[in-house]
């Protein structure tokens, strides 16, 4: 059983920062891409950062410049830090990961649980 867990949400100012984390446990043999994407009520769900196993970013245009996406290969741990944050970013955030449980299952995508940033003074 795969599972991800994100921790580092809260309550921050406008211009304020936070780091989230998720980490990726169970039966797992090889993660690709890891990545955050974020929903608000009533919206589907956006991406905003991605990282590959080699270290390759993509970032959603608003977010690029303020955010920044990192990973601990040997933790299965991804973290997006999030610098001079807007009201626009309140939303709740989640964690993707594209990974194979078994070197013989097929690759699919794994989701948390979600954590709320909220950006308001």
């Known amino acids: 059983q795969v599972q991800l867990v994100e921790s580092g949400g809260g309550l921050v100012q406008p211009g304020g920062s936070l780091r989230l984390s998720c980490a990726a446990s169970?039966?797992?043999?090889?993660?690709?891409?890891m990545g955050w994407y974020r929903q608000v009520p009533g919206k589907q769900r956006e991406l905003v950062a991605t990282?590959?196993?080699?270290?390759?970013?993509n970032y959603a245009a608003s977010v690029k410049g303020r955010f920044t996406i990192s990973r601990d290969n040997a933790k299965n741990t991804v973290f997006l830090q999030m610098n001079s944050l807007k009201p626009e970013d309140t939303a709740v955030y989640y964690c993707?990961?594209?990974?194979?449980?078994?070197?013989?299952?097929?690759?699919?995508?794994?989701w948390g649980q979600g954590t709320q940033v909220t950006v308001s003074s």
């Open positions: 990282i590959t196993s080699d270290g390759s970013t």
């Open positions: 993707n990961a594209d990974l194979r449980p078994t070197w013989s299952s097929p690759r699919r995508d794994y």
């Open positions: 169970g039966s797992i043999s090889s993660i690709n891409t």
